[in-house]
């Protein structure tokens, strides 16, 4: 599986010769490919130029005398395999922030229905514009509504646009972001489990908390979040999103979240390992609305406590309920 879209650094110099024959001649060779000017003026002292390939991909490369700097959602030239790979946050701020026009502006241009949200779209731009994934995730927010059912669209994406729009994950974009996944096999299903990590990171700045996601422990294992705050302290929270159950071999809503849990906690989950200590927090805002008030009227035990039970509807509003000593505040826990 391709990752999502990084920058490679590749030192020494570069110049129109150079990367007619090193860049667009292999790329022209292998996919067909247009040469020509970037949309958006480079930074200041350099040049750039902007490849379009016959099948749809697309590349940037920005030079200078001694360096230069390639981004695209295309096969990488063979000049450049052995050059180093960097994040947005990691390449100089203004060759990140033309490189980010440009790609805005063509995802724009492809994607109309993403311009109202501007948020949105550059926090999954790595994945939006990736190589693999470039059309998986985009028709899981278009066709799918972000893994949110009984809702529109437009109401699923302003809800996160308006979450984004915080910034309270930009200092963590890569790593989330890539959690949508930038495969070509669509799968609404691994996709809509990835958001339960947003609808969580959203309940607790709601609540008050700061939230650093993935945070290391001893086992070897990455749990989901720790979640601070001056009065409360800190917690760690791990979170799973069960399917509905018509998505699944069980037959009822309760046995779907029991069963989702449990591969959290058994012998091989990292709540078992970890030996206490984590809060599991329980995304049912994937179940429509009947499957929820059948789970909310029993209100079952998930084999893990401390734990939340939740669903998380477009409009902001959240209920559920906790099982055990909940380590952080949540007003609308019943």
């Given at each position: ?130 190589k693999d994934g470039r059309e998986t995730t985009r028709a899981f927010f278009h066709d799918h509504s972000a893994g949110l059912p009984d809702t529109t669209r437009d109401e699923a994406l302003a ?127 994937s179940f429509p609305d009947d499957d929820w008030a059948a789970i909310m009227g029993e209100q079952p035990d998930v084999r893990h406590r401390p734990a939340v039970v939740f669903r998380l509807r ?21």
């Amino acid at each position: 599986m391709a990752r999502p879209l990084r920058f490679r650094y590749a030192p020494g110099h570069w110049d129109e010769a150079r990367i007619a024959r090193d860049i667009f001649q292999s790329l022209d060779a292998n996919l067909g490919a247009e040469m020509g000017a970037p949309w958006y003026t480079p930074p200041e002292g350099y040049e750039a130029r902007r490849f379009d390939m016959d099948n749809g991909d697309t590349a940037l490369f920005a030079w200078t005398d001694d360096h230069a700097y390639w981004i695209g959602n295309t096969e990488t030239p063979s000049a450049l395999w052995r050059t180093d790979k960097e994040g947005f946050d990691e390449a100089p701020f203004e060759i990140s922030r033309w490189a980010q026009r440009e790609l805005i502006s063509e995802l724009f241009d492809e994607s109309p229905w993403l311009k109202p949200y501007p948020h949105l779209s550059w926090f999954f731009l790595p994945v939006f514009l990736s190589k693999d994934g470039r059309e998986t995730t985009r028709a899981f927010f278009h066709d799918h509504s972000a893994g949110l059912p009984d809702t529109t669209r437009d109401e699923a994406l302003a809800f996160y646009e308006s979450f984004f729009a915080t910034g309270v994950l930009d200092e963590y974009r890569e790593v989330m972001a890539g959690k949508l996944g930038t495969s070509e096999y669509f799968d609404p299903i691994r996709m809509a489990a990835a958001m339960g990590e947003f609808d969580v990171a959203y309940l607790l700045t709601e609540a008050g908390y700061d939230i650093t996601p993935e945070i290391e422990v001893a086992t070897g294992h990455s749990i989901d979040f720790r979640a601070e705050n001056t009065k409360a302290g800190g917690a760690l929270i791990e979170v799973t999103r069960p399917l509905p159950p018509n998505r699944r071999s069980v037959s009822n809503p309760v046995a779907a979240i029991r069963d989702t849990a449990q591969t959290k906690t058994n012998g091989q989950g990292q709540l078992a390992e970890h030996g206490g200590g984590v809060t599991l927090f329980v995304d049912c805002s994937s179940f429509p609305d009947d499957d929820w008030a059948a789970i909310m009227g029993e209100q079952p035990d998930v084999r893990h406590r401390p734990a939340v039970v939740f669903r998380l509807r477009p409009s902001g509003h959240v209920e559920g309920y906790s099982k055990g000593s909940v380590p952080v505040d949540l007003p609308w826990l019943s």
